[in-house]
């Protein structure tokens, strides 16, 4: 199997910072953090971390509510206020003036910019686009594995590699599903990109409405991710 020479993180929707900023905040309301608390994708910077240096996380620090990083410029989803900048969501609303607007659009210009800066030439990069998802979105998959049937498609032999790697260890893989695709920022060089998604209930000891207090327990699914980065980089 080819190997590559590093593997970038992409890690879009972890965090919940910006929900109540004064420039660019949503309404302190139970309903709507609710809303949040199902799109959050609850310590996936923690479950996908690796100490190899070959492994480089590239981190969205805002809320995917306040700003998608994954969202592409005239997205679809504009039409729903679901773009790069939210502005509804489950009938909740809120105004974004030009300058709170501005510095979101620095926040996604940024994190592009950073995956791409960790690219290095000649196919040697592969991208991981770490996500989780909701039980009640597809009960009968444990892990998505995602990707474009374009350039950046992995090989086969390395798509073999991590769906088997999953699947030896028991859990039930979806090929794009429920999810498909994989994010591919803007850059010189070529590489290729896979979405891993992992079923919250994999590594979640509890749901709670505190948006602060879910108890990641993921010794098995994080296991697994260091020997597919192993794998991938020939180690």
């Not at 030009?98 to 659009?105: F, H, P, Q, T, V």
Request: net charge negative; glycine share 6%; hydrophobic share 35%.
């Amino acid at each position: 199997m080819k190997t590559f020479k590093n593997i970038v993180l992409n890690i879009p929707h972890s965090s919940t910072l910006g929900l109540f900023d004064e420039n660019f905040g949503w309404p302190r309301n139970a309903h709507f953090l609710n809303e949040v608390h199902k799109l959050t994708d609850w310590y996936t910077d923690f479950i996908f971390h690796s100490n190899d240096e070959a492994v480089v996380p590239v981190v969205f620090p805002l809320s995917r509510v306040v700003c998608d990083a994954e969202r592409l410029p005239n997205d679809p989803l504009e039409a729903d206020g679901q773009g790069i900048v939210y502005t509804r969501l489950k009938g909740f609303r809120r105004e974004v003036s030009e300058s709170a607007k501005a510095l979101m659009m620095e926040a996604y210009e940024r994190h592009q910019s950073n995956l791409a800066e960790h690219i290095l030439p000649g196919n040697q990069t592969i991208i991981i686009d770490c996500h989780s998802f909701s039980e009640e979105v597809c009960p009968e998959v444990d892990v998505c594995i995602g990707y474009n049937e374009d350039w950046s498609k992995p090989e086969q032999e390395q798509i073999d590699f991590i769906v088997g790697t999953f699947q030896k260890a028991g859990y039930k893989v979806g090929i794009n599903t429920p999810y498909s695709n994989s994010i591919t920022p803007k850059c010189e060089h070529k590489y290729k990109s896979v979405m891993i998604e992992v079923n919250k209930r994999c590594y979640l000891r509890g749901v709670c409405m505190d948006i602060n207090t879910d108890s990641p327990y993921a010794p098995k699914f994080c296991g697994n991710i260091k020997k597919i980065y192993k794998g991938l980089l020939g180690k």
